[in-house]
């Protein structure tokens, strides 16, 4: 039994015709006959008396018909609730983000979705990159911005903004006044670095690594405003993304000239999940906020 069979037969009887419940149905004719005739063979019981011109329930039609309206009622009543559901701009949607983009890409989105959508509930959770990705799985956020590489095949990945990255460097430095620099050029320098578990970190070693540079580690720490306050010091020199400069830290700022010295940020969702309407406007905001850029 299937529920188109279940439509032609309320169609037939109530439009008392074959060929006009083929019309309201927007359906040949010969296919739904040939429909009825299914059913009533997959019921072992003739619905309708073909009189000629004209069609009459049968004792079994009248008894079956007002069970199918029933189910065809109850269909859309699901229907409906699915769409609405769907619809429902008071829905929630919890975004994780790493802390060297939190600062800095966060508010000013934030900011515009939460006026765009005001009764939607919006959660944001900020932590590192591997413990964002097993919040993914375990469905406790529904996206998350990270920064590439991601090497997990269970992540769909949407791309957001490329940046470039800066050497971080005293007042006082001898290469604090250049236009650029490469980091071949910092060989030798201390360096202050975030911890172990910001992946920004591993950025920064991979980027040296490129340049045949094993940074020499002074001070280490969660957060570029202590990184700062130490390169302001004298202590070393940093790297740093572009969002995250920070024009009154005491610091000079020089742009790498390195192929390799870029920090992509993604926006990153479990495969295959499906979202709401209000997870969907977020991700989709996301997306459009870079073709703006």
Do not use: W
């Amino acid at each position: 039994m299937e529920f188109h069979q279940l439509r032609y037969v309320c169609a037939v009887a109530e439009t008392g015709s074959f060929s006009r419940a083929a019309e309201h149905c927007q359906v040949a004719q010969p296919s739904l006959s040939q429909q009825v005739l299914k059913l009533e063979e997959d019921l072992n019981a003739k619905l309708f008396d073909r009189l000629g011109r004209s069609i009459r329930l049968t004792e079994a039609g009248r008894a079956f018909l007002p069970h199918a309206r029933s189910i065809l009622s109850q269909m859309e009543t699901a229907r409906s609730s699915v769409a609405d559901k769907c619809a429902d701009i008071r829905g929630s949607v919890a975004v994780g983000v790493i802390p060297t983009i939190g600062p800095y890409l966060m508010p000013r989105y934030t900011a515009a979705f939460t006026q765009k959508h005001p009764e939607a509930k919006l959660r944001i959770v900020e932590e590192t990159t591997p413990i964002l990705v097993e919040s993914l799985r375990n469905l406790s956020i529904d996206l998350a911005i990270l920064a590439v590489p991601l090497r997990h095949k269970d992540l769909e990945l949407f791309p957001l903004h490329t940046e470039p990255l800066f050497a971080v460097l005293p007042k006082n430095h001898l290469l604090a006044r250049a236009k650029s620099l490469a980091l071949k050029d910092l060989r030798g320098e201390s360096f202050v670095m975030l911890r172990d578990g910001h992946c920004f970190r591993d950025l920064s070693i991979t980027a040296c690594a490129h340049a045949r540079i094993t940074p020499r580690i002074a001070f280490e720490s969660g957060q570029f405003s202590s990184l700062f306050g130490m390169v302001a010091a004298g202590i070393g020199v940093t790297l740093v993304p572009e969002m995250a400069i920070d024009r009154n830290a005491g610091c000079h700022y020089v742009r790498l000239s390195d192929a390799r010295a870029t920090r992509t940020i993604v926006a990153a969702v479990l495969r295959g999940r499906s979202f709401n309407r209000v997870q969907q406007a977020f991700l989709s905001g996301m997306t459009a906020s870079r073709r703006t850029q």
